[in-house]
């Protein structure tokens, strides 16, 4: 079983749709969590952190459910420019006290007019 | 530029050669992890730097990779006897911090991406 999982889509969706991402880990003991977004042929950048109390940024939304083990990110009003590959990261939980941030393959947004 | 920059942009290499990728983080970023990245799929760890010391490099596949950060900056990914497998993007990405959550703020590089022919 893969550390981070995630449905790699394509979620084809209109412009103002809201539709949301789930991703599943494995490693119980892991620490933090985040969203990246990347655009076609370019470097992944940070979207936001999850918090455990759900943390919302504009149009986003990302929750932690610890029990099940998986985060969530919610776009609502999805752009044009939403459209991006998200890729859910985890880290901690590590010996040694090294951390290292282990990404998912991703999941692909394509939002049409 | 105050982002992380990785040179080349592009290699292209014949099976066999020895390759050199090299990243230069932002400055004051103590943290330093190379990743690569294959068509469809997530970055797939590397190795980490804090510092100088190769903090974890148990990502490295094989003992053809190995990377180097001699005076705590910049960093160079080494690969011998490229094999065509090893086609892929390889991403560097600083941090601020030595712990989560900083630590999972990571800053990448546009990529070096690497054809073996």
């Known amino acids: 079983r893969k550390e981070v999982e995630q449905d790699p889509g394509p979620f084809n969706v209109p412009e103002g749709a809201t539709v949301a991402f789930n991703c599943t880990y494995s490693n119980s003991a892991s620490q933090s969590f985040f969203w990246y977004r990347q655009d076609c042929r370019k470097e992944p950048k940070l979207l936001m952190s999850v918090y455990s109390s759900g943390n919302e940024d504009g149009r986003f939304t990302a929750q932690l459910n610890r029990a099940s083990q998986y985060i969530s990110l919610l776009i609502r009003d999805s752009k044009l420019s939403d459209s991006a590959t998200y890729l859910c990261?985890?880290?901690?939980?590590?010996?040694?006290?090294?951390?290292?941030?282990?990404f998912g393959r991703g999941t692909s947004l394509i939002v049409h007019p | 530029g105050a982002g992380v920059s990785q040179t080349p942009s592009n290699k292209v290499t014949e099976k066999g050669k020895y390759v050199e990728l090299r990243c230069d983080p932002i400055?004051?970023?103590?943290?330093l992890y190379w990743y690569r990245q294959s068509l469809g799929q997530g970055p797939e760890f590397l190795i980490y730097f804090q510092g100088t010391g190769a903090a974890d490099d148990s990502g490295l596949p094989n003992d053809r990779f190995f990377a180097v950060r001699p005076e705590g900056s910049v960093s160079t990914l080494k690969i011998q006897r490229t094999e065509r497998g090893d086609s892929a993007v390889y991403l560097c990405?600083?941090?601020?911090?030595?712990?989560?959550?900083?630590?999972?703020?990571?800053?990448f590089g546009e990529g070096s991406r690497l054809t073996v022919l």
């Open positions: 990405a600083s941090s601020l911090g030595r712990g989560p959550p900083l630590a999972g703020e990571l800053f």
């Open positions: 400055s004051g970023h103590t943290a």
């Open positions: 990261v985890v880290m901690g939980g590590a010996s040694g006290g090294s951390y290292i941030p282990t």
